[in-house]
Nanobody, 125 residues
Framework: QVQLVESGGGLVQTGDSLRLSCAASGLSFGALDMGWFRQAPGKERQFVASVSRLGSIAYYEESVVKGRFTASRDNAKNMAYLQMNSLLPEDTAVYYC?????????????????WGQGTQVTVSS
């Protein structure tokens, strides 16, 4: 049974940092790319970042990230991470991790096969 479980969200102030974690089980973690998406109330799910299966390449939606976020992974621990710095109120959303095979930085959620339940990030002004 595939499970992706996000953690690390919370309520923070503008300018703070958070590190989101995604614990994966039931899949060949090292064979899959890991993506991060977010969804704000009333908006569509939006690509944030992804990291290739070996962790050698990361892709970002620069209009969202603006150099503030870093996606990474630890294959020995079956974990993916999203380090978020200089958070802004517009970063408020539910953040999801997802796994997919050979996504090559795809921003389409259809490229990902399995999803976590999401973790809420709220940034106050």
């Amino acid at each position: 049974q595939v499970q992706l479980v996000e953690s690390g969200g919370g309520l923070v102030q503008t300018g703070d940092s958070l590190r989101l974690s995604c614990a994966a089980s039931g899949l060949s973690f090292g064979a899959l790319d890991m993506g991060w998406f977010r969804q704000a109330p009333g908006k569509e799910r939006q690509f944030v970042a992804s990291v290739s299966r070996l962790g050698s390449i990361a892709y970002y939606e620069e209009s969202v990230v603006k150099g503030r976020f870093t996606a990474s992974r630890d294959n020995a621990k079956n974990m993916a991470y999203l380090q978020m710095n200089s958070l802004l109120p517009e970063d408020t959303a539910v953040y999801y991790c997802a796994s997919g095979r050979d996504t090559y930085g795809s921003r389409r959620y259809e490229s990902y096969d399995h999803w976590g339940q999401g973790t809420q990030v709220t940034v106050s002004s």
